[in-house]
Each structure stands twice: as C-alpha cells, then as structure tokens.
C-alpha cells in the first residue's frame, strides 16, 4: 500500500518543532487516529524521502509500506486508510545511504506517575534510576531512555555522535509540570556519546552535559556517554559485615589517596593491583580517595564537580572503578570518598544555569556565588535540588559500595556569612546567620544514608565550632557520624613547628584539644590540605637538622596515633617525603629506592608507621572509647618545662596503654610518672627512637615496674628513660 495523501503538521507546530521549543512533539509526530484512517506524519531533518513500513518483513502480503509526502523542512506526513496501525518502522533515505529504524515518536513515556511524583516531592531515593540515560527494552524494542530535568527550558533536543550532534529531528517531551523531559531512542545503545540541546527562556540555545551520567568523556571533552553497568561484586563477607562494629568504637586509621597521581599513570583497574597490597602491608583499615566524581580540571584535585555521577574518566570506566572498590573490599580495607555538594563550577556546558536560568544553584547571585572559589553554591533550599545531592549520597553508597563519604567544605555551607563582607548577605528568617536550608538538606542527607546503607559513615570537613555537627539528627544534630578536628591539626603542628627550647611557651597547644575531645566524633586529619601550597610536607614543618626533623615526624605521628579520635595521613607523608605533594608528579617513590643513599630514613618512618598500625588496631585501648571520656586519663599534661605529655587511654574493660612524649632534644633518665597501682609491670610496645626507625635507639627494653612511690596524684609511679624526641607507648606486661 502507498500513499501520499498529506496530512501536514500544523503550521504552530512546526515552527515550534524546527525552534526547539516544542513542548510534546508526540502530540504531533508518529502515528495518530484521524477522520479517514491514520495520520503518519516524521520529522527527519536532511532526509530525501521517508517511507512507513508495518508488519513482518520478508512475509509476502504482510507489509503495509507507504512513502510519507515531502511536507518541506524535514517533515513528512502520510493519511493510511487504516484505523489501528500496528507497530511501524520507517526507512529514511538520505542522500546516498537508507537507514531502517524505529519510529522514536510512537513510544509511550517510559517513566511512571511514581517516578514523577516522588521527584515533584523531591523524595526519589534513587534518582539516578529515574533520570540520564538508561539503555532499556521498551515496548519490546531495545534503545535507550533519555530524560533530564529543566523545568525553564522552552524545549529540549537530544543530540550526539548518532545524530551528527544536530538534535532538530530529537525534540523531547515535557512529562507535565515536573519539569522533567523524556525520549526513548530505539536502537541507541551503550557508549554514545549525547548532551541535551536546551531552548532557554529567551529563546537562545545551550548543549549541555547531562547531570545525571554515569559515564563521560574523558576531559577536556565533555559529552556524556550512555553506560550500563556489568560489575559483578566479590565482596559480599565485606559488605555483611561491614556494620558489625559502630565506626566510632572499631579501630579507623586512613590513607588519603589522590588517585591519578598515587602512582602516575595507573588505571582503576591497575591500581586495582598495587592499592590494596600497599595498604594492607602499612596496616591502614581505610583509604580516602579525593573526589572521584568527574571535574573538568585536574588542578582542582576533583573539588570542582561537574559530573556528580560518573567516576573521573581519566582512569577507566565506573565498572573499572568498582572493580577498584571491590578488590580493596577483598583486601579488608574500606573506602570512603570525598564528596562535594558545597558548590559547582561555572562551566557554560554543565550545571551553571542549566536551563537558562539559575536551577541548580541559588536564584539570589549574592547566595549563589562562592566568594572564594569562583564557583556557584546549590540552592539547598530547592527540593530538586536537594533531592538531587541526597540521591548522589545514596548513589555512591550503593552503587559503588562506598563506606563512607567524608563532605567537603562543609563550614562554607553552614553560614550565610562564610567569606562574606558585611553587605553581602541576608540574615536568615530569624536574623542570624546560619544557612538554615543547608542544614536540613545536611540533616536529610546524613538521616538518609545511615538508614539505607548500613555500616556506612559521614564525615565533616568543618572547620567552626557549629554545635552538634555529629549529633544525631533526631536529636537536633546534623547527624554526621564523625568530624575533622580542624582544631587539634593547627594547634599541633604550630606547637612542633616551633624549636624544642620555644615549645614551653607553646604547651597549651598539644593539650588544650582535650578541653573539647568530647563534643563530637573526631578524625584527626593530616590530610593534603597541610601539604601543598607552601605548607611544606608534614617532615619539612619540623624544626632542627635532617636527624630532628625525622625524630620530630615519629614522635608526632605517634603522638596522634594516641591521641583520642582516629588518624588521617595523607600519602607520601607515611615515608617523610620532604617536598610538597604535587598533583602533577605524586609522591617521591624514589625515595625508598634501595639505591639511594638516604632510602633508610624513609624506610625507617614508614616501618613506623606499620608498626603503629600494628599496635593499634592489636590495642583496643587506642580505639574502643574513642568518643567516651573515660577512655582518657591525664598523667601529666603540665610538664611545660620538660616538653614532656604522658597520658593513659583505657579500653572498655579498663586495660590501659600508657603514651609518654618527650619532644625535647634531651635524654631523660628515670623519669617519674604516676601510674595506676594495680598493673604488675609495664614493658614498651612502641618507641619511635629505635634504631630500626633511624632513631638513636634509646628504649626501655626490660619490664618497668612500679615502685610505692606516689606521683601525679597516684599513689604509685614508674620511672623511665625517655628518649629525645619520642614518644614511648606500653602496656600491661
């Protein structure tokens, strides 16, 4: 059957469809029940001619095939004198070759009512199931399911590599007053590229990236790729165990990795190899891995996100970047990420006024705009838009089996006022200056993940003195299971940065985090913040010669591993890399060259840093009671003169470890401390001036007793030999 009974499309739509401004191109495309038959009407930009073929190919006296009329700019249209055509695909003749495919515009919507009213809501949990690409059957043919939020847009075109990146023939159709638009293209499978072509309200255009893709390209492009996972996890004994022990009271002792350039050049899966074997030798329970979620500019280290769904493509696939999770997970180390839902970068092709106008980030440009950074603040206020950010949380927990996600820059969140000058910001309904949006979207957020995905932990990066940041959030807290001790950091390493014979004057600074040890969850973070930007690596902040410097390092990093809270190093720190790190080369591997000259003082403060792993997670005392004050007990915190801290942490029975550090240059021999009088003897567990360290080799090495002599307030006491900048730990002989 032929015809070329034309049955146009209205003049309004069509100059709505050729301007990209068409709100439900279904409406008018496809085929549709008219007086006398069925109206078949295509809209195929460049095309010579287009024919409608139905039923079963090949089968004599089973097609109905009608060449549609040539309607002028792309469209064409057919009147068939049939009531109900049945599925029909159309040939499309373009000059010099014909494609045979689906007809995008006869497909129903593939998202549900569900789907759209928990996304009005603001409350779909898994949102990334919902909206991006998602290669699907549909209606029983393969292809794959676009749609993207932009409730301003005036329409939106799909366009990429399948197209020649001209989305005239791909308009989407809006799903009501959601805001969100939809295409299913029969035939698209995996690795296309595509980005969304947006008519903004002025009726000017932008191409975008998708929000929501799970894979891009690898930068400097741009495009969003359509993906599907095929991962197949190993890592079930992990996972069900996983929430066995709350965080707070199981030992917790992390490597910070930025992972393009841990070792330069690795893929996931490479790193897949290497990562696990070096973290589980130096004894590490966790590794945080800086942002992952794909940035545009590596200089950013991944704190400019513009791709909240899709691992860095600089590494591998997200398959790649799960098998990197899992095999850590095999390897019993966990994995937490950074994650940045503070702020976004400017780029005219990702989230910047996305639709035209601002979306994603506050509507008032005073609030939108991060005064230190450059960039643009979320409007957490919108419930979109804090839908969009908490599905991201859940996302990388469950998708990528990530255990914990440590949140960046959350202080500049918190307040109105963060780096702002008087006059450019509006208090808060009650008059102050708290951020009251962001704290129910950090409230939401961290309620949420603990009650999906259990065994999982927060972490803030909050650098104030905001009350309750690891308060439950059914208490008035934000919820976050731990924080960044933002406070101790500074205050410690200006107290070692200072030559031994000044620290008198500086005591204050290595006790005074005990005042407030106990107001949150504590991590105590020596992270890549403290080593970049003429900071100096943690070895290169210490006063004194090469010898001091190094002897300072260990006696520091075991001093920390004491301290209450849990411990944070950044890599390349675990071995006294004396330069600052560098996104662009790493660490100094060469350093433990046996072939270089100084390769022993490296070593020797990585063995360390081994062995204090060791120790600790053999040592419930430095983990168990973490968060409890009875966990700590003072010796003597005001032993000014000698430069000396001494301390007792108590597991949950009670048994102690005794921390001792003596950080000035000299011997002391039999110091006396004040002990508890019920422990028989104690011997040394730890030292940091054994010789296998590089230290001068100083230690206790028999059993110490204690005399019935009293001290500090005890009634019975020790007497040790302290060596010169070191700390000593023992225990119960």
């Excluded at 003049?11 to 496809?30: K, M, Y």
């Excluded at 202080?411 to 910001?425: I, K, N, V």
């Excluded at 100096?536 to 010669?545: A, F, Q, T």
């Amino acid at each position: 059957m032929t015809s070329k009974n034309p049955v146009p499309v209205a003049a309004g739509d069509r100059e709505r469809l050729l301007h990209g401004t068409h709100h439900d191109p279904h409406s008018v495309l496809g085929a549709h029940p008219v007086p006398g038959g069925t109206a078949v009407r295509a809209f195929r930009p460049y095309a010579r001619a287009v024919t409608a073929v139905a039923g079963k190919e090949g089968k004599e006296g089973q097609d109905l095939r009608a060449e549609l009329h040539d309607d002028g700019d792309g469209f064409f249209s057919a009147l068939l004198p049939v009531s109900d055509l049945p599925d029909y695909r159309l040939v499309v003749a373009y000059e010099g070759t014909v494609q045979e495919t689906e007809d995008a515009y006869r497909f129903l919507p593939t998202l549900g009512d569900l789907d759209l009213h928990l996304i009005g809501e603001g409350r779909h949990e898994r949102l990334w199931e919902a909206l991006g690409a998602h290669p699907t059957t549909h209606q029983g043919v393969p292809g794959t399911r676009f749609t993207v939020w932009a409730p301003n847009a005036r329409g939106v075109r799909l366009a990429g590599g399948f197209n020649f990146w001209d989305g005239t023939g791909y308009p989407m159709r809006s799903l009501g007053s959601s805001g969100i638009w939809e295409l299913f293209l029969p035939g698209i499978g995996e690795g296309e590229l595509y980005k969304f072509d947006i008519t903004r309200p002025d009726g000017s255009r932008t191409l975008r990236a998708d929000p929501m893709a799970r894979r891009t390209e690898v930068p400097p492009h741009t495009s969003s790729i359509v993906t599907a996972s095929r991962h197949e996890w190993d890592d079930a004994e992990w996972m069900t165990h996983r929430a066995d022990t709350p965080v707070h009271e199981a030992p917790f002792s992390v490597y910070e990795v930025h992972l393009p350039s841990w070792r330069p050049g690795l893929t996931y899966r490479e790193l897949a190899e290497q990562l696990p074997a070096y973290v589980s030798d130096l004894g590490f329970t966790h590794v945080e891995l800086m942002p992952v979620a794909e940035h545009p500019f590596g200089g950013s280290w991944g704190y400019q996100v513009t791709g909240f769904y899709a691992p860095t493509s600089r590494l591998g696939t997200p398959d790649d970047f799960k098998y990197l999770v899992d095999a850590l997970h095999r390897a019993g180390i966990g994995v937490l990420m950074d994650w940045v839902p503070a702020h976004f970068p400017r780029d005219d092709w990702a989230l910047a006024e996305f639709d035209g106008r601002p979306l994603y980030e506050h509507s008032d440009p005073l609030r939108a705009a991060h005064p230190d950074w450059g960039t643009l603040e979320f409007d957490f206020g919108r419930r979109e838009v804090r839908n969009f950010l908490v599905a991201n949380a859940v996302y990388w927990c469950e998708e990528f089996h990530i255990d914990g996600l440590r949140v960046d820059a959350v202080a500049s969140m918190l307040y109105l006022d963060y780096s702002r000058e008087p006059g450019q910001w509006t208090p808060n309904e009650h008059g102050g200056r708290e951020n009251l949006d962001a704290v129910a979207f950090l409230q939401e957020m961290n309620a949420t993940v603990y009650r999906r995905a259990p065994g999982v932990v927060t972490i803030a990066e909050e650098s104030t003195a905001w009350e309750g940041v690891t308060r439950p959030t059914d208490s008035g807290g934000l919820g976050f299971g731990l924080k960044w001790n933002m406070g101790w950091m500074h205050d410690s390493l200006e107290y070692m940065s200072h030559q031994p014979v000044h620290r008198k004057y500086h005591h204050h600074e290595m006790t005074f985090s005990m005042v407030y040890a106990y107001s949150e969850n504590y991590v105590l973070p020596i992270s890549h913040d403290e080593v970049v930007h003429g900071k100096r690596s943690l070895v290169s902040k210490m006063p004194g010669d090469w010898w001091q410097q190094r002897a300072n390092d260990r006696a520091y990093l075991a001093f920390m591993w004491a301290h209450p809270g849990k411990q944070l190093l950044f890599m390349g720190q675990e071995f006294a890399q004396g330069a600052e790190w560098s996104e662009a080369r790493g660490p100094d591997w060469w350093l433990l060259d046996p072939e270089y000259g100084a390769e022993a003082d490296h070593r020797g403060v990585r063995d360390l840093v081994r062995d204090l792993n060791t120790v600790y997670r053999a040592a419930p005392a430095l983990w168990q009671r973490d968060t409890a004050p009875e966990g700590f007990q003072w010796i003597v915190g005001d032993a000014a003169e000698d430069n000396v801290f001494a301390f007792l942490r108590l597991d949950a029975e009670g048994t102690p470890l005794l921390s001792v550090s003596n950080l000035a240059p000299v011997v002391r021999e039999d110091y006396r401390l004040g002990v508890p009088e019920e422990i028989p003897a104690w011997h040394e567990t730890l030292n940091t001036d054994a010789a296998r360290y590089g230290g001068s080799g100083v230690t206790n090495p028999d059993p110490v007793k204690p005399e019935a002599q009293g001290s500090h307030g005890r009634p019975a006491s020790i007497r040790l030999t302290l060596p010169p900048l070191a700390t000593v730990w023992l225990r119960p002989a």
